[in-house]
């Protein structure tokens, strides 16, 4: 008696384990993509075509976040590129995110995305071209 007793509780805790697991895999798969890392900072007084810190990305998306902006020239814009760090070549330059809602209050934010680039060194340059600028921006979060 007590031998089939230990039996069914060994399949019901087989059972259990299985739905255990299947439930966590259907929930992995409808969690939809996770960055990898991610980083934070801040900016002051970056001027035209500066170039934030260089970081590894593995390949996936990217996304670019500026909370409570501020130009020193009354500017209400900032224009955010995604570039790749390409040694002895000119470095490419993914498409620009202009940012303007982050200049709307101390919790405003501005985002930027930006698909699968492969894998490499990234960093993204502020007002590319721009004759003067005098942006700070209390938080800058990238995740990739």
Known sequence: ???????????????????????VTLLS???GPVHAASWSSY???????????????????TNIQFTNCED?????S???TLRKDVDWQV???????SFTNCFNGYSSTSSGNWGDHGSGNYYFAVN?????SDLDVRVVSVNY
């Open 128 to 132: 590319q071209g721009a004759t003067y």
């Open 91 to 97: 470095d490419p330059a993914y498409s620009t995110a």
């Open 72 to 76: 020193g020239t009354g500017a209400t």
């Open 78 to 80: 900032a224009g955010v």
């Open 29 to 31: 798969l409808m969690a």
């Open 43 to 61: 900016l002051s007084g970056a001027y035209p075509d500066y170039e934030s810190r260089r970081w590894s990305d593995a390949g996936g998306s």
């Open 1 to 23: 008696m007590k031998s089939s007793i230990l039996s069914g509780l060994r399949k019901n805790g087989h059972r259990a384990g299985l739905v255990s697991l299947g439930a």
